[in-house]
């Protein structure tokens, strides 16, 4: 079945650093793909997202390439902001059952 | 914008005890989830319901119940509440397509004694 494979956190970084979070996945057919973010204490909320294959999702400074020939949907961001601290998921979209299909998630810490 | 909302936003219960989590969302949205999220094992899918009038089983349904009771609400019901249930159960919704995401609400935090 589809699944999706993220990094191991937390990833810890200092203010201003570069930002890279893994994420790969399986899937049988030509998924989306989606990254949200979880901060402290609320729900997800969508980050954002890819529809296929090069396309290049981007939001508050964030971007990741749908890459159909690595099956990857890394997530960067050029410089990180204490503000940037949270949980983020990679995940996929199921058509056949109409679901989502999610990573574990990656912790971000953010330091001064 | 409302979106997903999700009532209460927390709970205490006793094991044994029955309590249903009610979720609505104002986007005309055919498709609705439940999850729990416990540390360091992400989201688990409860039930979810593709349209109005269907429900079905995600990943861990045991000692859950669902209703889909029109087009906004989606409820899960815990019939006889275990210690094993304290978590963070989370509604989401979204349009049918597999190119959109889900909309999730905040929450509700169960702890069961």
């Known amino acids: 079945g589809d699944s999706v494979t993220q990094m191991e956190g937390p990833v810890t970084l200092s203010e201003e650093a570069f930002l890279t979070i893994n994420c790969t996945y399986t899937a049988t057919g030509y998924p989306s793909l989606f990254w949200y973010v979880q901060y402290p204490g609320e729900g997800l909320q969508l980050l954002l997202k890819a529809t296929k294959a090069d396309d290049k999702g981007s939001n508050k400074g964030f971007e990741a390439t749908y890459r159909k020939e690595t099956t990857s949907f890394h997530l960067e961001k050029g410089s990180v902001q204490v503000s940037d601290s949270a949980v983020y998921f990679c995940?996929?979209?199921?058509?056949?059952?109409?679901?989502?299909?999610f990573g574990t998630g990656t912790r971000l810490q953010v330091f001064p | 914008n409302a979106g997903v909302t999700q009532t209460p936003k927390f709970q205490v219960l006793k094991t044994g005890q029955s309590m249903t989590l009610q979720c609505a969302q104002d986007m005309n949205h055919n498709s609705m989830y439940w999850y729990r999220q416990d540390p360091g094992m992400g989201l688990r899918l409860i039930y979810y319901s593709a349209s109005e009038g269907t429900t079905d089983k995600g990943e861990v349904p045991n000692g859950y119940n669902v209703s889909r009771l029109n087009k906004r609400e989606f409820s899960l019901r815990l019939e006889s509440a275990a210690p094993s249930q304290t978590s963070v159960y989370f509604c989401?919704?979204?349009?049918?397509?597999?190119?959109?995401?889900?909309?999730f609400g905040d929450g509700t935090r169960l702890s069961i004694l």
């Open positions: 995940a996929l979209s199921d058509d056949n059952t109409d679901k989502l299909i």
């Open positions: 989401a919704s979204r349009l049918q397509g597999g190119n959109q995401p889900q909309h």
